[in-house]
Structures are given as structure tokens and as C-alpha cells.
């Protein structure tokens, strides 16, 4: 039972004054701009921006600076935030086959056509702390080499060729929106992929990692990763054609997973899928993986009782905002109901003890 | 695009749709007493409240059905352009326009489910002019009995007896609203 | 409305062109606007971006991003649209009335003191990144196998 109270404002005033401080910190330190954020922590930009389902990089980085670094608190800004906008419409779907790659690989062709780009990434460092990044200093630019801007084709679209891997269905079906109407189990794929790339990293990452461990296993190869930017297109009414409105960077996962056929399906690999805003690769893959754990159902596969084949276990808490509103909201005052639960204890205990007396 | 279509939406949409809104709440929550809507000047036949709700209710989510007389070129464009609200047929509608003759018979329209009464339609029926006088309103948000110049009270009295299911109704004229639910009672006198 | 003789074509290229464009830089190639009736706008809200199941399937909802429109007329009667990235009014105000300023016998003029700086940084900056990336492009050298003799 809820019963309201009042109170505590001049003390809610109070801790939000000191919040505001300690979030500025010791003053004799330079203040951190959203710029800066924006353009020195992009990994972080990148993750609020994903999770808060909103593609704006000034914002994702004024709710890091606001929420002191809590990535999850920063999700919950944007996700209030995006809950006042208009929806001025829905893109075209996105042409991730034209994308302007800034990495691509393939760890299951070594020389595909478009060729192996590490691009930015962190893969080949030996996580030894840099401790000149603890001085200030310039950095000297990378190295270029000749380039063409042409689109390289997406890896699976070879292994298409020979009919070795199965095809998704095509089609321009309306997709249901989490955002609008509720979720209701059982869910189709393409609200299954939104609900994936909008969760928490963290959970995602630890339900793909217990597919690979054999809870729900599915031989994952990373067919191809690609992060790069893509052009975001639109009908506009008012003109009758379709219009570039902006880029937005992506990362794309494609696993390719052995399939050892069902009674409706022949042997061939089957894909599971990953899509995420910004530079999120962990996210990516982690999301195709669970993907394809998830498609149990439809391939014909056997449930294993895995958790990860469980779509409404994965689906139901995947989602930070909900999760952390849930777990947090105990912390509240729940006075009357913990009084009620006392009362019942002791008479309980009571009667107890009384029992107790009564058998000697 | 019809030119004529890209004027007479808002100038300041956030402060006149919010103002419109509170009258449109008003109106809906008085069942019978008439509200001012201003702020648009839609196309013909459109009246200047009907459009102030169009734009204030409607957007890219709620499909509009336009009935047969506000079915032209101009409005459709002006829908498109202001909301884009997808124009649709009766039985698809969230929201539906048109005089009381262009949108009988009424049955076609959503009443909701009985787990979600909400997903019913509203209907925006366009009058000659609005007067509280005529059929006898009684029910939720009347304090003794109101009286409004409805088209009709059988349909009314039919939809009243499905609730709570059942479609809403804004009655507009000019630049007024009235609200009638499909909570109020409806009597002819 | 438009005169047919504008091709949606080069429209297309132009309206994309300055939705991307950084705001402020356009705000420096065109620092006054002319006289202009605003019709719709500028409004910030959020496009719902859609992506497909396994790049080619069937579509799927991957996140909003923002985005402002803003729609105007010239005194000549010239109407235009714009639909651009971000939460900046300056920024949607001033590519619509380019867009209309653009379907008149200004084009021309404004094709060159405009279009052309702005395609040509977005082009280098392009270039950039793709010669960065390709830097970062393996070459694989075969090392021999037990079986190669």
C-alpha cells in the first residue's frame, strides 16, 4: 500500500544544491565542456545514444556531463528527453550496404573483396595503461593511404551466391514500435531486434557470453563487423520524393552459424544479426549473437531450456531504464507497508512462542 | 501540394496547441458547454475550430478518416502537410472529420475493446451552428442537465448503451467546440 | 507547385547536401536571409531510423534521432522545405529558404557561392576518413605450411 507524505523539501534542496556541486567538483580544475565530451569520450556518447534510442551526440554528451558520468542516469535524460519531441516520421530503411566504412573484418574470409579494415580499434593493444595520456600533449596524425569511396559489399551476400546460407524474408511491413505500443510475448523478429539494440549493454553482453558457454549454443563466427556512416532518408510528403535528413554512424554484426538443418530447412549456416548506433562493437556482437539464439523457434531448432533462447526472459529484462526504475524505486519511502509487515511478524512470533509454551 | 494547403496552420504551435488542448479537455469533460478554438485558418469546408483540433489532436500515429463532403484535394494536402495524420477509411480511423450525413452511418467506427476501451474513434462532426438548446444531456461532468443542438439522438443513445466501449464526439462550428463522450446520456425532448 | 523544370534529382542532392552540413558553416556562406513567410516551423522533433533484419530483410525500428524542419515561401512565391539533422532552428529556417532561393533564377549564382564550398569540404572530409581507414587495411603475407615444400 502506498500512502503519500509529506516533507523534506528544504532537504531535497539542499542535496540537489550539493549535487550540482559535487558535480562541478574543485573548482581550481578546469570545467569539462560537452564538447569535449562529446568529442573525447565518444565511446560513452555512443552507448547513451544506443540505449537511450536517440541519435544526438550534443545531447548524449550534456546527459554524461549532467548525470557525473553514470551512463545509465544519462539514458534515462535522453529517454525522458525523446518522450517530448514530436515524431516527425520513420526513415526509409537504412542502405547499410552503402555504408562509408571506417573498419570492416571478416573472421571467416581472409580476403574479401573490399578487403580487412581495422579502422580505429582497440583490438590490437596490449591494455598496458598509457600513462603520457596522464600529460597533456598533441598526438601526431594518423597515417592515409590511396582509398576509394566506393560501397563494399556485405560478406553473407557472397555466401548467398552458392545458396549456402539462408536469406532473409524481404518485405516493407509497417515494424511494430516498443516505443508505442507495449510489448506482448511472443514477439517477431524485427520487434525482437528493437528492443536488442535499444537494451543494456550489459545484460546483452552476459546473455550472448552464456551462448557461447553452451546455454542455448549456436557456433558463432563474426561473418563481418563494419562501423561506419550511413545516410538517413525520408519520405517527404510535401514533396513526394524521398530526402538524405542526416548520417548517422553505425556499427553492423553479421554472425554466420552452423546449421545442421531442421525438418523444414537443409543444412546451410544461418545468420543472426547486430545494429546498433555509434561506435559500439561489444553491443553489435553481442546483439546478433542473442539474435540467433532467439530464433530457436523459427529454424526449428530445440529449446534447451537455455536462458537465452527465452525471449521473454531476455526481452523483459533487457531494458536498463526499467530495470534500474524497479530495483531503485525500493530505496523509497515504503513506511506504512514495512509497518504492516511488522505488526505481522510479531504476531507471528507471537504466536509462535505461545505455541511453543503451550507443547512443554 | 495544393498551395493553398501549406497556410494556416500554427504560428506558435506550442503555446496554441496546449491552449487548444486544455479547451478541447474542457469541452470533453462539460459534455454540452461550447469552448473557443482559434489559431488556424484551414481550407474550406474546414470550420476554424475543427482545424484548431486537427492540428492539436492529430499527428503521424492517429489515422483520420475524412468523410465524404471533407474528402478534397486541399484538405487532404493541409492534413498531410500541418499533422501527417494517415488518411484512412472509417473502420481504420482514430479520428474522423466530416459533417453528421458524411460520417453515417456511425456504426463503421471504432468503439474500443473491452480491455482497451480507449482504442475507440473520435469523431469531429461539423455543424451549422452550435446552441444549447435541444436534446437533453445528463451524466458525468453535467451538474443538473445540459441541452446541445445534436444532429440526431438515436445514434447517441445506441452508442451510450455500449459503454464503456463506444466512439467520442467533438461537435464544432465556427470557431466552438462542443464535447459530448459516450459517457452522457442523451435525451430527446 | 515546384517548376517542373527543377530536377528532383539535383533537389535531392541539394536538400541532402545542407541537411548535413554543419550549421554554422552555412551560417557563415549565408549570413542574411530574404524576406520569407514561415509556413510550418522550425520545429525540433525525432524521425524514428529504420533499420532491416540482416541488412536486406524486413524492416525494424533501430532508434529515433532529432531532427528540425521548417517549411517557407519567398515574396516571389518560391516555396521550400527542409528536413535537417539536429535541434538547430537557424539551421532548418535557413536550408528551407535556400531550397526556395535554389528553384529561382538566383540558382545559379548561389550554386557557386554556396553548393560548391560545401560539397567540396564534405568531399575532402570524406576523402580523409577513407584514406585513414584504408591505412588500416591488411595486407596478409602466406606464411608456409608444414605440407607447402
New interface residues.
Partial sequence: MYVAVKGGEKAIDAAHAWLAEERRGDTSVAELSVAQIRQQLALAVNRVMAEGSLYDPDLAALAIKQARGDLIEAIFLIRAYRTTLPRLGASTPLETAQMAITRRISATFKDLPGGQILGPTFDYTHRLLDFKLAAEGGVPPAPTAPASLDAVPHVTSLLNRDGLIQTEAEGNATPPDLTREPMEIPTTRPLRLQAITRGDEGFILSMAYSTQRGYGRTHAFVGELRIGTVAVEMEIPELGFSVEIGEVELTECETVNQFKGSKTEPPQFTRGYGLVFGQTERKAIAMSLVDRALRWKELGEDNTGAPAQDEEFVLMHADNIQATGFLEHIKLPHYVDFQAELELVRKLRREALAHGEAAE | MTPEALLGGFTDAPRQSARAFRAALEAMSRPGTLWPLEGAAPPAPLSVAAGVLILTLCDGTTPLHLGGSYDLQVVRDWVTFHTGAPLVSAEEAHFALGTWADLMPVDRFAIGLPDYPDRAATLIVEMPSLSAQGPRLTGPGIAVVAHLNLPETAAFRANRALFPQGFDTYLTSGAHVAGLPRSTIVEAV | ?NALSID?AA??AW??LL??TAPARLAELMPDLPDHT???GP?????????????????????????T?C?V?LTSGA?G?A?????DKAHALRAAVLDALLQTDDAATLEARILTPLRTAETAA?????????????E?FTLVRGEDK
Avoid: D
Wanted: with cysteine; net charge positive; hydrophobic share 40%.
Fill in positions: 507547385m528532383t533537389r535531392k536538400m541532402g541537411a548535413r514561415v509556413l510550418r520545429e525540433v522533433g525525432a524521425v524514428m531510423v529504420c533499420g532491416r533484419v540482416g541488412g536486406t530483410g524486413q524492416p525494424f525500428n533501430l532508434g529515433e534521432m532529432t531532427v524542419r517549411s515561401r516555396v522545405h528536413h535537417v539533422q539536429g535541434r570524406r576523402s580523409l576518413r577513407a584514406t585513414k581507414a584504408a591505412a588500416t587495411k591488411v596478409f
